[in-house]
């Protein structure tokens, strides 16, 4: 059976959702809180950027099939 907060762990970070399950318990103290809500902080800039960085290789892989078949069709026509 999950519950509404394991759900709510799972979602705000599924690593340690998975550790709380395999028997292991966070840590404590105001130190380690903090260590980690900078790393989370930290990981959600980077996977902002990759999806950027995924974004411009999409638009560049479109840029690019439209300059090949402008230039076939120039070509072709010539």
Not at 26 to 54: F, N, S
Not at 66 to 74: D, G, R, T
């Amino acid at each position: 059976m999950i519950r509404a907060s394991g759900m709510g762990e799972y979602v705000f970070c599924a690593r340690a959702w998975r550790l709380r399950l395999e028997g292991h318990e966070p840590t404590r103290g105001a130190g380690a809180r903090e260590a980690g809500r900078r790393w989370h902080e930290g990981h959600g800039r980077r996977v902002a950027r990759a999806k950027q960085l995924r974004g411009l290789a999409v638009a560049c892989a479109y840029l690019a099939v439209a300059v090949v078949v402008l230039i076939l069709l120039v070509w072709w026509r010539g």
